[in-house]
């Protein structure tokens, strides 16, 4: 390796050191989530909005854009000197902390229809809502869980169905709940629902079992010590004795 | 000692009943085979612990199993007949097992009474183990019909047996008492005395071995001279001693001792209430010919000089030298001497019993003869002058 290749290797990695201090610095934003919701059905118009205090000492640029349908994005720097704002599909606002002492972020646009559905990882049926970023480093994303109708009533269905097997040792309903998993995977909700719901059942009714055994076996318990207390009290009565 | 117990009639059944209860509940093993027979179904009926098998129902082509009303004498006779179908439970005995028959019998009825001096005959004459009698004499006030019975029975039944043992009702009952918890009582008290008797020889794996064992031939040897024999009986309880727990264990052994003294007046003082005041049949016992004493209860509350001195009073008071003795340790709080008393001749109760006998005989003698010029008197006219039909 020659001197020049290796101080060329040194350069670089100072100037990705800089460059991700200088990101570092972008990202520690403290964010107030004014409006952010957790989840929503798809073909809704929702609202997600974030606001901060500019505490940075130099000016830079904020952008803001948006996955949700016909979304209209704004950017809003306010303080006691001046206010710059920016809306559209995408926003970009310098923010001079000399002038501003705030900035909000809104986007606001309809749910998108969900391409993959995935039962494990809900992740996938998210849609980014807001995404902002500050001198072109990413400081904040927003993401909104969505559903349909259908999707949300088979994910709860999932949810009720994963609690009872994961509770009972029957394999027919571990089988039944990863059956219901593939289809709800593949966007088939009303069977999955079915499925889920035979999991639940059979599960329940294994664990019914073995509470109604286990209920059995006491009662048959204390019966038994019962009988035996009043076996021996007789027996301690019955007079055994021969002489008198 | 182990005996093939028949219980004839209704009393014999019952008292069978009893000894096999008695067997079960304190598990002494007298009892190795037990057989009823009667002349009334509903009597063998209500029966509980004799298996159905050895329930023999002898006279049906006489009596269609309605017993035989007190007479004595249908009932020998119908056991004379249907001796066959006795002798056919008698079979299913393991007759090598037992050391001797028993036969119970109340005396004041009609099948037992009559019967079984016919069945001692017949056993006698077939084996060679010993047949013992257990009688049961019926109360005073029971009726002249029952004590004429009670009395030929006993003629008979002692003259076939190798041994009569002899339970009084008149010496037992109580004022009071209801008909049937009133012969429960009785009953009790004879099962317990001769299960005492006859259970102080039977020594199972684990049990207490006596000093000087009561072997089944002491027994049949006091019984071998014959005659009647009666049970002398009286217990009383004692303090249970400590089985020896944790703590008494570190306290040492000072509550296992017993005091001597106490125990063998304990002892004396339970023979003489027993053969004085608590005999099966109440008698004189002056006289008589052999005699049997068994002290039984916690092998601590049993010294050999209260058995030894028991049985020298024994000896005094019967003025016999034939007086065997031996002890029966039992693990129960309870003291008892049991005194078999065998060969007594002085019974005032058995004299009264015959004159009341003999009473009721002429009484009934003099009804029958009275009974056709009765009739006569009532049915003919003074002139005669009516004519029968025919």
């Known amino acids: 390796m020659s001197w020049i290749r290796s101080s060329r290797v040194v350069v670089l990695a100072v100037l990705l050191a800089l460059a991700l201090g200088v990101a570092g610095t972008a990202m520690a934003i403290d964010f107030n989530e004014d409006n952010v919701p957790e989840e929503a059905e798809v073909g809704t118009t929702e609202t997600v909005t974030v606001s901060y205090d500019v505490d940075q000492n130099s000016p830079s640029t904020v952008e803001a854009e948006s996955d949700l349908d016909d979304a209209v994005v704004s950017i809003t720097a306010s303080g006691p000197g001046a206010e710059e704002s920016d809306s559209g599909e995408t926003a970009e606002v310098e923010v001079d902390p000399d002038q501003h002492s705030e900035v909000e972020i809104e986007a606001n646009g309809d749910i998108p ?103 059995g076996g006491a009662v048959l318990g204390v019966v038994a010590l019962i009988g035996g207390g009043v076996y021996y009290w007789r027996s301690r009565q019955q007079d055994t004795y021969k002489l008198q | 000692m182990k005996l093939a117990m028949i219980g004839f009639g209704q009393a014999g059944g019952k008292i069978v009943d009893k000894f096999l209860e008695y067997d079960e509940r304190t598990g002494s093993g007298i009892v190795r085979s037990a057989i009823a027979v009667n002349s009334a179904r509903a009597d063998l009926l209500g029966l509980e612990r004799i298996p159905e098998e050895h329930r023999v129902l002898i006279g049906q082509a006489r009596v269609k199993g309605h017993g035989v009303g007190a007479d004595n004498e249908l009932g020998a006779e119908i056991a004379e007949e249907d001796i066959d179908e006795v002798q056919g439970a008698v079979d299913n005995i393991p007759v090598h097992e037992i050391d001797a028959f028993l036969i119970v019998a109340g005396l004041g009825g009609g099948t037992g009474s009559g019967g079984s001096p016919v069945l001692a005959k017949h056993l006698k004459r077939i084996y060679t183990e010993p047949v013992y009698g257990l009688g049961v004499l019926p109360g005073g006030d029971e009726g002249g019909i029952y004590t004429l019975n009670a009395a030929r029975s006993f003629q008979t039944f002692v003259r076939e047996v190798d041994n009569l043992l002899v339970f009084d009702n008149d010496a037992w009952r109580k004022t009071g008492e209801s008909v049937e918890g009133g012969y429960d009582k009785i009953n009790d008290e004879i099962v317990r005395r001769f299960g005492v008797l006859f259970g102080a020889g039977e020594v199972s794996a684990g049990d207490n071995v006596a000093e000087s064992v009561v072997d089944s031939s002491e027994i049949i040897n006091t019984l071998s001279g014959g005659g009647v024999s009666t049970v002398g009986y009286d217990a009383e309880s004692v303090q249970p001693q400590n089985s020896g727990g944790l703590l008494s264990r570190f306290k040492g052994g000072n509550n296992t001792e017993v005091d001597s003294a106490s125990t063998t007046s304990r002892i004396t003082s339970l023979v003489r209430k027993a053969a004085l005041g608590r005999l099966t049949l109440p008698c004189e016992i002056d006289g008589v010919e052999r005699a049997l004493l068994v002290v039984s209860g916690p092998p601590q509350h049993l010294n050999r000089k209260g058995i030894e001195r028991g049985r020298k009073w024994l000896e005094e008071q019967t003025g016999s030298m034939e007086v065997r003795g031996g002890d029966y340790p039992l693990n129960e709080p309870n003291v008892a001497a049991a005194v078999l008393l065998s060969g007594v001749h002085n019974v005032p109760r058995i004299k009264e019993l015959q004159q009341v006998a003999i009473e009721a005989q002429e009484n009934i003698d003099t009804i029958q003869s009275e009974s056709e010029e009765n009739l006569e008197t009532l049915v003919e006219d003074e002139e005669d002058e009516l004519d029968p039909l025919f």
């Open chain 1, 113 to 215: 229809e969900i391409t993959e559905f995935d039962y494990e990882n809900p992740d996938t049926e998210h849609v980014m809502a807001l995404s902002v970023r500050e001198d072109g480093a990413s400081v904040g994303t927003w993401e909104i869980h969505r559903y349909t109708e259908d999707s949300q009533e088979a994910r709860q269905a999932l949810d009720d169905a994963r609690e009872a097997v994961e509770g009972s040792s029957s394999d027919g309903a571990q089988s039944n709940f990863d059956r219901a998993v593939t289809l709800y995977n593949s966007g088939e909700f009303e069977s999955a629902i079915e499925t889920a719901q035979d999991a639940q059942d059979e599960a329940e009714s294994e664990g019914q079992m073995l509470q109604l055994l286990l209920t």
